[in-house]
């Protein structure tokens, strides 16, 4: 049975400061990110090249998603480096090496395991616990922002019909803070899930002789479900967090009449050409 | 008999109904959706992302207390 560790492994310490291996994975997607984007800057030209139009596809998929769900345009820069960074953090358990090069220790029932150098970095709870916070505190902030202390506060505890307040005002309070843990665990589970999943399916088929021709296509199958849930589940967040600002800042504006804030900028300026015309 | 083990099974088994049925019902309603007007499909895309991690997301919940249940306690 392959055994697993929830909580990240504890590689070496800096003076007070543990450094875990899922931080040297963040290290390693940051590196990676950072290279990319050197590279890629260089060739920044008016007429996009071959590799720069390959990357512009999923920036423009993600910011034509940015701008139909989200309010005004400036606020997409947050979603999209969610996005990107969590892409690179989900994937990096698909990089050779990164779960599987380790020095070995011995648990606590005897049996020897090992200790991977490289991890996961959304497979650690503490990465995916400090974005979810950032996604909370982003919205909290907008919300505040937007419509004023008295105005966040005034939507989030006072019901329509007053008499409903005591009712609903735990509710609306819990929903809100539970999107930090939802936030979270989706992300952690999601990744954490994956990997676990990747070696148990590794260490089924090369347990015997007889399985070990499937051991290079079983795993290949979860691989691609891996590259595939990680793709989704960085969108999810990043949609996610985009949905949580707009909808705090539109929350005072929704009992005006003629409140276009849930349109999309076309159909918003289609009904104003229609309206002038 | 080993009682987490068969708590971790029951977490996973009974918390993996919900979002199965969940994402089912989900999926065919966008489906005919799509079936009914083909280019609803760009239109349709993205909520249906969003509430498709959303289901998933209950899934996910059941299968993190069962490891937990596993390798934690």
């Known amino acids: 049975m392959v055994h697993v560790d929830i909580a990240a492994e504890r590689l070496f310490s800096i003076g007070p400061l543990t450094v875990t291996n899922s931080m040297v994975g963040a290290l390693l997607a940051s590196v990676l990110l950072l290279l990319a984007a050197l590279w890629f800057g260089r060739r920044a030209s008016l007429v996009p090249s071959r590799a720069t139009s390959v990357l512009e596809l999923p920036i423009e998929f993600l910011a034509d998603i940015v701008r139909g769900t989200g309010g005004t345009r400036w606020r997409r820069f947050a979603p999209l480096v969610f996005g990107i960074f969590l892409l690179v953090a989900n994937w990096l358990s698909l990089l050779p090496g990164v779960g599987t090069i380790g020095y070995a220790a011995r648990g606590a029932d005897g049996k020897e395991y090992i200790v991977p150098f490289v991890r996961a970095a959304a497979a650690d709870l503490n990465l995916t616990l400090g974005l979810a916070i950032v996604s909370f505190v982003s919205f909290v902030g907008f919300g505040i922002w937007a419509n004023g202390v008295r105005g966040y506060l005034k939507e989030l505890l006072v019901a329509e019909p007053a008499y409903m307040t005591p009712l609903l005002t735990p509710i609306h309070v819990i929903s809100e803070l539970s999107r930090l843990i939802s936030l979270s665990m989706r992300l952690f589970g999601n990744v954490f899930a994956g990997e676990v999943l990747l070696a148990t399916m590794l260490a089924l088929t090369t347990a015997t002789l007889f399985l070990l021709p499937l051991a290079f296509v079983v795993p290949g199958i979860f691989f691609v479900l891996e590259l595939l849930f990680g793709l989704v589940q960085a969108l999810v967040f990043a949609l996610l967090s985009m949905t949580y600002i707009t909808l705090a800042i539109a929350e005072e504006r929704q009992h005006s009449s003629n409140d276009h804030s849930g349109e999309s900028p076309d159909t918003a300026a289609v009904a104003a050409e229609h309206g002038s015309a | ?73």
Do not use: W
Request: net charge negative; charged share 10%; aromatic share 6%.
């Open chain 2, 1 to 73: 008999m080993d009682l987490h083990t068969l708590a971790a099974g029951l977490a996973m088994g009974l918390g993996g109904i919900g979002p199965g049925i969940g994402l089912g019902i989900g999926f065919s309603k966008a489906m005919e959706a799509i079936g009914r007007n083909p280019e609803a499909s760009g239109t349709l895309f993205v909520p249906y992302i969003l509430g498709l991690a959303l289901t998933e997301a209950i899934g996910i919940y059941a299968l993190v207390v069962s490891l937990i249940i596993l390798f934690a306690t």
